[in-house]
């Protein structure tokens, strides 16, 4: 597992930063979560951690490898996976072939392999079904295995599109607020989930979220943005006493 390192990262768009002169140290192994105001520039830090926006100035690594001018497909290639705050699935299909379909970087044969559909061919179709199959027992996505995923609730399609990130098999995943649109229920299915995939896939991850209850009570860490600025960073109880991120949330009095 490796470190991702955020230094003097700043994004502008026109005159606006939306990002000015980041740094986060993202540890291995934990649950770090960016949080802060809407306008914050939380996404925006996403968007640079996976390749959809490059940096004006600064640069991101993850373990020895620059991200800084890296694409998307780039990024998922060194293990890095994402699952969006808008869901990014494809509504017509079901949730097994959304998720075959998301595993498909994964089909190491040839097209003479895919034409003749040769022995090599089945035989690695029939292993990423499995792990597909695997990441939907532990997503606990059974029941809707084969239900159009436009028909799920709001709730069920969110757990698909976490299921989608996590058929690549990251080593980190960003996950770009989870239980938006959740019912208590839900979002405590989904932080079980969470606290799941970090210490049964032993996967790093990276949430941004609204809820403080719960990001104070699973992470390990918090970096907090207000207006593209890092104002404070540390554990749960060091961010709560913060007083800069208590003014950021609250307003001075």
Known sequence: MKKLTVTDVTLTFGGLNALTNVNMDIQP???????????????????CMSGFYHP???????????????????????????????????????????????????????????FFYTKKASRVEAENRDYVE?????????????????????GVQKRVEVARALTLGPELILLDEPMAGMN????EDMVRFIMDI????????????????????????IYVLDFGELIGHGTPEEIAKNERVIEAYIGEE
């Open 29 to 47: 192994g934990l649950i770090t979560s960016v949080i802060g105001p809407n306008g914050a520039g939380k996404t925006s830090m996403l968007n």
């Open 56 to 114: 004006t100035t600064g640069e991101l690594k993850y373990g020895d490898t620059r991200l800084t001018a890296s694409s998307p497909h780039e990024i998922t290639s060194l293990g890095i996976a994402r699952a969006f705050q808008n869901i990014e699935l494809f509504s017509g299909m079901n949730v097994l072939d959304n998720l075959m379909l998301a595993r498909h970087r994964m089909l190491d044969y040839s097209f003479l392999d895919a």
């Open 134 to 154: 695997g990441v939907i027992d532990f997503m606990e996505l059974e029941a809707y295995r084969k239900s159009t995923v436009g028909n799920l609730s709001y």
């Open 184 to 187: 208590i229920e839900e979002k």
């Open 198 to 221: 970090k210490q049964e896939r032993n996967t790093t991850v990276i949430l941004v979220e609204h809820d403080l209850g719960v990001v104070m009570d699973i992470s390990d860490q």
